[in-house]
Nanobody, 119 residues
């Protein structure tokens, strides 16, 4: 079992920045961020390899969001800049043994943290 705890969400104006953190109880997993806006499906945002050498973000946030990790601290961050109202969602941290863009690729999930971007 892996416990994931997210933090760092909040209310920010459009154009602002936030950094989300995800603390894992142990490492060695591919880590990812998903988000779910009201009345929408949960969608993949970014992932990073277990060693941190490879990362990927979806086109809709490319150039604005960056995923990174500290392997020793079992912590993953999602740095979000130039935020837009459409980025408003609950953001979830996930961990799994294989890289993927689907919910089924990840075995462990955090409780989520709310990000609200006002216009």
């Amino acid at each position: 079992q892996v416990q994931l705890v997210e933090s760092g969400g909040g209310l920010v104006q459009a154009g602002g920045s936030l950094r989300l953190s995800c603390a894992a109880s142990r490492g060695g997993y591919v880590m990812a961020w998903f988000r779910q806006a009201p009345r929408k499906e949960r969608e993949f945002v970014a992932r990073i390899s277990s060693g941190g050498g490879t990362s990927y973000v979806v086109d809709s946030v490319k150039g604005r969001f960056t995923i990174s990790r500290d392997y020793a601290k079992n912590t993953v961050w999602l740095q979000m800049a130039s935020l837009k109202p459409e980025d408003t969602a609950v953001y979830y941290c996930a961990a799994g043994s294989s890289a993927g863009a689907y919910r089924a690729s990840y075995d462990y999930w955090g409780q989520g943290t709310q990000v609200t971007v006002s216009s």
